[in-house]
Structures are given as structure tokens and as C-alpha cells.
């Protein structure tokens, strides 16, 4: 079945590594393992849960603001584009913040889901609902990341998980995905043989005659 739609998560895959969550663990108060923030901010108290997002948003922004694209990130939206092919953002940050780093390296998104607009990866409601916003079925999907989260909602959404292998951790979690790539236009590789044993464009983005 060939590639109709790319999902990409934000920080990490579009961007470089940048975010240290044990730092924003211990400045929010919250254990080394205590696990996802997130999810640890929602047994907050509301006081508490005002105050971490404080200390979340400010790291979120310095973020955006030190943002330096991945290595092959631009051409490969780009690659994507010409083949026909809708690019989805699927983020756990806000949804602001993945049109900002739209806007700073003048990149395009189709859409963009961010945390505020439902559950957060792992749950799979981020790819269905982009999925259905495409008008493609989530098999005709891949959804790109460098954390289990992204695998795992992939994986629960019926899509296609491919880890980009540039997190501390990958090799833990390598087992959840189809495919791993290094570098982000190494992806071009995976759409453009799905294409092929499908019948439709080739790695030039042409048509067959």
C-alpha cells in the first residue's frame, strides 16, 4: 500500500534534540522517575499544576527559541510535497509553539495537532484525527519519531511507526518500529519503495504511463 500522508513529531524529529526533561523534573518538583510530565501534572493540584506549566512553557520557549533543524528536515517536506503527500505535525507541545518553528525555518505544515487538542501521544487519537483531517486511512500513514511514544501511538492507531535513531534511548525502544531511519531524508527511501510495490509514483515523483 503506498505512503498518502506523513506524520512527524516536533522536538527531537523536525528539530534537534534539545529538551532535558530530568532538569524540568526537578525544577517542577517531580522525582528523576517520575515519568512523563505531562502525565504528572494531571494529579496536580491546580496550584501546583499553574506553576509547572509556568516552568514547562518557559523551557518550551527557550526551546523554540535555540530551535535548529534536523539534518535533511526541509528537503524532506519538501521531497514529500512534490510527491503529493500530506505532512502532519503530532506534538505533546503546544500547538503555537510547531507553528512558530513553522514560521522560523519557513517550513510547511498541513496540519498540526498539539497537546491541547486532545489526548497526547501515546494515545492514538493525534494520528486518527489527522487522518481523517487527510481523508487517508492510517495504514496509508507513517508516523515519524524518536521516542516509544510516537511508536506506540502509531502502533495503536493502525499507522506505520519509523523511529529516527538520534535519541540517547533508541536502541530501548528500536524493537516498536517498522522501520529506522538515521537521518530524516532517509525516509524518502521507505515512501518512494511503498510506492513502487504499489503500482504508483516512483522516486521522481512522476507517474507511471
Known amino acids: 500500500m503506498s505512503i498518502k500522508a506523513v506524520i512527524f513529531d516536533l522536538d527531537g524529529t523536525i528539530t534537534q534534540p534539545y529538551f532535558d526533561f530530568d532538569a524540568i523534573r526537578a525544577e517542577i518538583g517531580l522525582p528523576k522517575d517520575g515519568g512523563p510530565v505531562l502525565e504528572a501534572m ?24 535555540a530551535s535548529e533543524l ?7 517536506l519538501l521531497a514529500l510535497r512534490t510527491r503529493g503527500i500530506r505532512i502532519g505535525i503530532l506534538t505533546r507541545n503546544r500547538k503555537r509553539n ?12 498541513d496540519a498540526v495537532v ?29 508516523l515519524v519519531g524518536d521516542y516509544l511514544f510516537d511508536l506506540q501511538c502509531a502502533r495503536a492507531a493502525g499507522a506505520v511507526p519509523v523511529l529516527i535513531t538520534n ?27 511503498k510506492a ?14
Do not use: W
Not at 534536523?70 to 524532506?76: F, I, L, S
Not at 510547531?98 to 517550513?107: E, F, G, N, S
Open 42 to 65: 494531571e494529579r496536580m493540584t491546580a496550584q501546583e499544576r499553574r506553576r509547572a506549566e509556568e516552568i514547562l512553557h518557559y523551557h518550551e520557549d527557550k526551546a523554540l527559541a
Open 70 to 76: 534536523n539534518p535533511g528536515a526541509r528537503q524532506t
Open 98 to 109: 510547531a507553528q512558530a518553528i513553522a514560521d522560523k525555518h519557513d517550513l510547511q505544515f
Open 114 to 142: 498539539g497537546r491541547e487538542d486532545g489526548p497526547v501521544k501515546p494515545d492514538a487519537f493525534g494520528v486518527r484525527h489527522l487522518c481523517r483531517r487527510f481523508d487517508v486511512h492510517p495504514s496509508e500513514t507513517l
Open 167 to 193: 535519541h540517547p534511548q533508541a536502541s530501548r525502544f528500536a524493537a516498536e518500529a517498522d522501520f529506522q531511519i538515521a537521518r530524516l531524508d532517509e525516509l524518502l527511501v521507505i515512501v518512494d519503495e
Open 196 to 209: 513502487f510495490l504499489a503500482g504508483g509514483p516512483r522516486a521522481n515523483g512522476g507517474i507511471d504511463a
